[in-house]
């Protein structure tokens, strides 16, 4: 697959983007995405509020140990000052990227003129993202900015901000193809995103319901974007990007992953989870990883049930090998989704 778009000093290896979502994509499971094929993840949005930054939330989530380069960090806030302190605040704990949330819908998030709310406040998203480069100018790190359409289907105006945020110094812009007015509900629309990319020269990202490899073929040529990101539709099925890769260079399909394959991915990931997290908060928050994971499997939703019931990391991994060595007796490769198993988004988090 071809490199993907280059931002400040950074060749991305490809142009297949994990997308920041609050509550998933924490070091493992962006390290995951990684290692099956994301050439680039983006943390989860971490506060502008320097009253936080000592919480165990915002020290976990800017936690890069060990994680594989390039590290985007996405910062949140209303205030020009406080994110470009957040920027460098950030930057001293190893990101190399700074990305600037005005994308996020969440109701506590907008209520506080954050995320995708700053789009009806186009003076103060400029003066955010001209605080946030001059603060990162000088330490040669790039900023990018993601955005939805606009507030609402009345107020799309993705490309006026986009103009002013190349012409500030932001070196790439994610676009997800709704107004925060839908939330994640109706069909993400790619015009928009096609006439960004028409009105800029850096790097544009297509974002929105990209949820198997036709559609993310069908997304490039609808909208000319230099690259890809994918959500929720990587939650349990990590290996999405290698999928969409294979496809884009051969318009062939990958096989499903072997059954033990993908067993050995998910442990693994439990392992490094338990790790950042501990064992009490470690369990708990692996759930929905599991769940995810089994969701669209034959028995997944009784064993999601019964992995609820479960309080040990020992417990946990014992029951997930036990689970995936019994689906590998009847089955060498996963099976396809059975009928309402991938439908089951009770768990699905928001996406910044």
Same mark, same amino acid.
């Given at each position: 697959?071809?490199?993907?778009?280059?931002?400040?000093?950074?060749?991305?290896?490809?142009?297949?983007?994990?997308? $920041?979502?609050?509550?998933?994509?924490?070091?493992?499971?962006?390290?995951?995405?990684?290692?099956?094929?994301?050439?680039?993840?983006?943390? #989860?949005?971490?506060?502008?509020?320097?009253?936080?930054?000592?919480?165990?939330?915002?020290?976990?989530?800017?936690?890069?140990?060990?994680?594989?380069?390039?590290?985007?960090?996405?910062?949140?806030?209303?205030?020009?000052?406080?994110?470009?302190?957040?920027?460098?605040? +950030?930057?001293?704990?190893?990101?190399?990227?700074?990305?600037? +949330?005005?994308?996020?819908?969440?109701?506590?998030?907008?209520?506080?003129?954050?995320?995708?709310?700053?789009?009806?406040?186009?003076?103060?998203?400029?003066?955010?993202?001209?605080?946030?480069?001059?603060?990162?100018?000088?330490?040669?790190?790039?900023?990018?900015?993601?955005?939805?359409?606009?507030?609402?289907?009345?107020?799309?105006?993705?490309?006026?901000?986009?103009?002013?945020? /190349?012409?500030?110094?932001?070196?790439?812009?994610?676009?997800?193809?709704?107004?925060?007015?839908?939330?994640?509900?109706?069909?993400?629309?790619?015009?928009?995103?096609?006439?960004?990319?028409?009105?800029?020269?850096? $790097?544009?990202?297509? +974002?929105?319901?990209?949820?198997?490899?036709?559609?993310?073929?069908?997304?490039?040529?609808?909208?000319?974007?230099?690259?890809?990101?994918?959500?929720?539709?990587?939650?349990?099925? $990590?290996?999405?990007?290698? #999928?969409?890769?294979?496809?884009?260079?051969?318009?062939?399909?990958?096989?499903?992953?072997?059954?033990?394959?993908?067993?050995?991915?998910?442990?693994? =990931?439990?392992? /490094?989870?338990?790790?950042?997290?501990?064992?009490?908060?470690?369990?708990?928050?692996?759930?929905?990883?599991?769940?995810?994971?089994?969701?669209?499997?034959?028995?997944? /939703?009784?064993?999601?049930?019964?992995?609820?019931?479960?309080?040990?990391? /020992?417990?946990?991994?014992?029951?997930?090998?036990?689970?995936?060595?019994?689906?590998?007796?009847?089955?060498?490769?996963?099976?396809?989704?059975? $009928?309402?198993?991938?439908? +089951? =988004?009770?768990?699905?988090?928001?996406?910044?």
């Amino acid at each position: 697959m071809p490199t993907g778009p280059v931002i400040g000093d950074i060749t991305l290896p490809n142009r297949l983007f994990a997308a $920041p979502m609050a509550g998933v994509t924490d070091r493992p499971f962006r390290q995951l995405c990684k290692r099956l094929g994301a050439g680039y993840a983006v943390s #989860e949005m971490v506060t502008s509020r320097r009253e936080l930054w000592n919480s165990l939330k915002t020290s976990r989530r800017a936690n890069h140990d060990g994680e594989v380069a390039p590290i985007a960090v996405q910062i949140a806030g209303t205030e020009p000052q406080e994110m470009a302190e957040a920027a460098a605040y +950030n930057i001293d704990r190893g990101a190399q990227v700074i990305d600037i +949330n005005m994308g996020c819908p969440a109701k506590k998030v907008c209520t506080k003129w954050a995320g995708s709310a700053l789009m009806q406040d186009e003076p103060l998203a400029l003066a955010i993202i001209e605080a946030v480069v001059a603060a990162c100018a000088p330490r040669r790190v790039p900023v990018t900015l993601k955005m939805r359409t606009g507030w609402c289907q009345a107020e799309r105006n993705a490309v006026a901000i986009a103009r002013a945020a /190349e012409a500030a110094g932001i070196a790439m812009v994610t676009v997800h193809g709704r107004t925060r007015e839908q939330g994640y509900g109706g069909h993400a629309e790619y015009d928009t995103i096609a006439a960004v990319k028409a009105a800029l020269r850096i $790097p544009v990202v297509a +974002n929105g319901d990209i949820d198997s490899p036709e559609k993310a073929r069908e997304v490039l040529a609808a909208t000319g974007a230099d690259a890809l990101m994918i959500g929720r539709a990587a939650q349990g099925r $990590p290996w999405i990007f290698r #999928e969409i890769a294979h496809f884009l260079a051969t318009g062939e399909h990958l096989p499903a992953p072997e059954v033990l394959q993908a067993k050995g991915w998910l442990l693994e =990931h439990l392992h /490094e989870h338990y790790g950042l997290y501990g064992e009490h908060a470690g369990v708990r928050t692996a759930r929905k990883h599991i769940g995810w994971a089994v969701r669209a499997l034959p028995g997944g /939703e009784g064993f999601r049930a019964h992995m609820n019931t479960l309080d040990t990391c /020992e417990e946990q991994v014992r029951a997930v090998t036990d689970w995936f060595d019994q689906l590998a007796g009847t089955h060498h490769r996963l099976p396809a989704a059975h $009928p309402g198993g991938a439908a +089951n =988004h009770d768990l699905i988090e928001q996406q910044a």
